[in-house]
């Protein structure tokens, strides 16, 4: 039952260089959602998605771009690395009801390092 | 805007001790609450949720909390502590009604000494 699955699990990135970070989730979920989470700061909500097809922003969404081709898969781009996005990053997903009414599975995290 | 603050970012309890970690939060409209824990290297799972059906809610792990609006808070209580139980535990809250986000607090981290 492998849930919410993130990759990479780990990325040292230079200043400028782009990358993207890849959930799938396997339980037909219809919403995903990316976090940080940086010390003493909990989880803040970068962007969103209600559907395939669909994005929204969400509390800090500049820097980045996501894409939801595909129901099972939320893409998360940095098109140019800062270090301020050295973090952890989590993806997450819930069913219909969405974060509210149904509870959210967590991927384990990427840990990025900007230098 | 809904928000929720953690009091405490590090919490210690003896092995067998009351564990209380506690949890304010500020909305203008009925709230749905949460406590999720995350364990080392591994993404949060929720613990317990308030959606006004009972102010005293029971999660897993024999953790328990009670929503108390005169308060507004939504402490997470366990009688007796484990070793299992060190994580950190994070308290959040959502608006009722319809599709909304769910804003996390800054988190508290428990350490349970033997």
């Known amino acids: 039952n492998a849930g919410v699955t993130q990759t990479p699990k780990f990325r040292v990135l230079k200043t400028g260089q782009s990358m993207t970070l890849l959930c799938a989730q396997d339980?037909?979920?219809?919403?995903m959602y990316w976090y940080r989470q940086d010390p003493g700061m909990g989880l803040r909500l970068i962007h969103y998605?209600?559907?395939?097809?669909?994005?929204a922003k969400g509390e800090v969404p500049d820097g980045y771009n996501v894409s939801r081709l595909k129901k099972q898969n939320f893409l998360l781009g940095l098109e140019s690395a800062a270090p301020s996005q050295t973090s952890v990053y989590f993806c997450?997903?819930?069913?219909?009801?969405?974060?509210?009414?149904?509870?959210?599975?967590f991927g384990s995290g990427t840990q990025l390092s900007v230098l | 805007a809904q928000s929720v603050t953690q009091l405490g970012s590090h919490v210690s309890v003896s092995e067998g001790a009351l564990v209380l970690l506690r949890c304010n939060y500020s909305?203008?409209?009925?709230?749905?609450l949460f406590w999720y824990v995350q364990y080392p290297n591994q993404g949060l799972q929720l613990l317990l949720k308030?959606?006004?059906?009972?102010?005293l809610v029971k999660g897993i792990n024999g953790f328990e909390a009670e929503f108390k609006k005169s308060e507004t808070s939504f402490h997470l209580t366990k009688p007796s502590a484990h070793m299992s139980d060190a994580a950190e535990y994070f308290c959040?809250?959502?608006?009722?009604?319809?599709?909304?986000?769910?804003?996390f607090g800054t988190g508290t981290k428990l350490q349970v000494i033997p």
């Open positions: 997450a997903s819930s069913g219909l009801g969405g974060a509210t009414n149904e509870k959210l599975f």
């Open positions: 339980m037909n979920h219809e919403y």
């Open positions: 998605s209600v559907g395939e097809g669909t994005t």
């Open positions: 909305s203008s409209v009925p709230p749905y």
């Open positions: 308030y959606t006004s059906a009972a102010t």
């Open positions: 959040a809250v959502s608006a009722s009604g319809g599709y909304q986000k769910v804003t």
